[in-house]
């Protein structure tokens, strides 16, 4: 049974930064790609970033320039570098893994990120 478990998310002012952290129950070799998707509450999930085996990575456009994602390999880690919050970016983000023997989706349960003064 996969298991993605996030944490790093909680309260930050404007401006400010957090780090997101999903750490796989096995090598994330095993998944391609890997990212990071968010809901908003009263909006549907949407993709905040993904990267590929190969280091490629992709942004939604709201995000492009203040987030980064990145991966440990060693350490079966997925990370999402937010900076420049803004509130439009409080959500519950959640960590997703496509397995690549099985082609399925899975998902973390969640951490919420709420930038708020």
């Known amino acids: 049974q996969v298991q993605l478990v996030e944490s790093g998310g909680g309260l930050v002012q404007p401006g400010g930064s957090l780090r997101l952290s999903c750490a796989a129950s096995?090598?994330?070799?095993?998944?391609?790609?890997m990212g990071w998707y968010r809901q908003a509450a009263g909006k549907q999930r949407e993709l905040v970033a993904n990267?590929?085996?190969?280091?490629?990575?992709n942004y939604a456009d709201s995000v492009k320039g203040r987030f980064t994602i990145s991966r440990d390999n060693a350490e079966n880690t997925v990370y999402l570098h937010m900076s420049s919050l803004k509130s439009d970016d409080t959500a519950v983000y959640y960590c997703?893994?496509?397995?690549?023997?099985?082609?399925?989706?899975?998902w973390g349960r969640g951490t919420q990120v709420t930038v708020s003064s």
């Open positions: 997703n893994a496509q397995k690549i023997t099985d082609r399925l989706d899975y």
């Open positions: 990267i590929f085996s190969g280091g490629a990575s």
């Open positions: 096995e090598s994330i070799f095993r998944f391609n790609p």
